[in-house]
């Protein structure tokens, strides 16, 4: 398959099977039948397959592995879930297997993984913060994008984006038809449960991630204070000009500790500049679902590259 490398990290007490995306990250379905597993990955030892991929691909691995005794499925925020057991002596379905990150950063260059396994590389959890329909989640989309081309393999494993909103959306609703999207989304509740989840996954995923984005809601109010308590910095996104919201955002962001890295100013043109040094201000068009992405001024993206 086009863009697909899958390879083997051996582990103490199974092998990892590891997906890595490659070129621009897109994979035709139509090319299932051309994958083929690595020929070291063992049929006589559990697999945890790892990676960020589309679940049709996750699917189709797991069905070229069930010969194996066990298989699990990889999610940073918990550990190896096992999803598979075909012997008596395999661990349970729902098992919660650790995976230590030095297996993980095994497919990293020595000076990465040198960075990757150090007290001071992973430490920021950037909170994606500012007013309804501003252009928060199109601004992750196309940042996330631009970071992992940029960071090339490395950005494939270490950005994250969580959603710390239970509206329903995400990556797919602003790739998927307009029509479509709007009769599959789904919008959650805010409850203490959603909120204590969400911060208990920033800090899970602050240990293995160089890079974690998290796309707030747009209250300020006292679910979205704990969700920012457990974030590190923040980027403020508002319409151009609203200089009200920016500082009610500000403030918000300076009751819970938080480094100001940016004020993004949206608008409904087509534009990418920056617009002040201290603090870093930029004005970014179109942030709009369904629109022609914006271009991410390089700035912006040095802040997460230092």
Known sequence: MKNLSLSVIPADDFQILDILLLGNGIIDPKELPSVQLPPELSMSRGIVICGRAPIWLYTYLTHLCHPSPWIAVYDPRHGAIVIEAHRVDAPPVGTICQVDSRYLSKQLSTEKRS??????F??????IIGPPHSGKSVLVYSLVKRLRNA???????EVFVLRACPDGEGDWFVEGDPQLVKILR????????????VVEDIEKLQESKRVLLVDCGGKIDRYNQRILNACTSCIIVTRKGDVLEMKQWEGAALCCNLQLLAWIQSTQQYVSKKLTTDPPSFLIGKLERHAEPPEI???LLQLFLE
């Not at 960071?151 to 494993?157: A, D, M, P, T, V």
């Not at 789904?186 to 989840?197: D, I, P, T």
């Open 297 to 299: 001024p390089s700035e």
């Open 115 to 120: 960075q990757h396994t150090s007290s001071s």
């Open 186 to 197: 789904y919008k959650g509740s805010w409850n203490e449960e959603f909120v204590g989840k």
């Open 122 to 127: 992973h430490h920021r959890a950037v909170a």
């Open 151 to 157: 960071l090339g393999e490395e950005g494939q494993r």
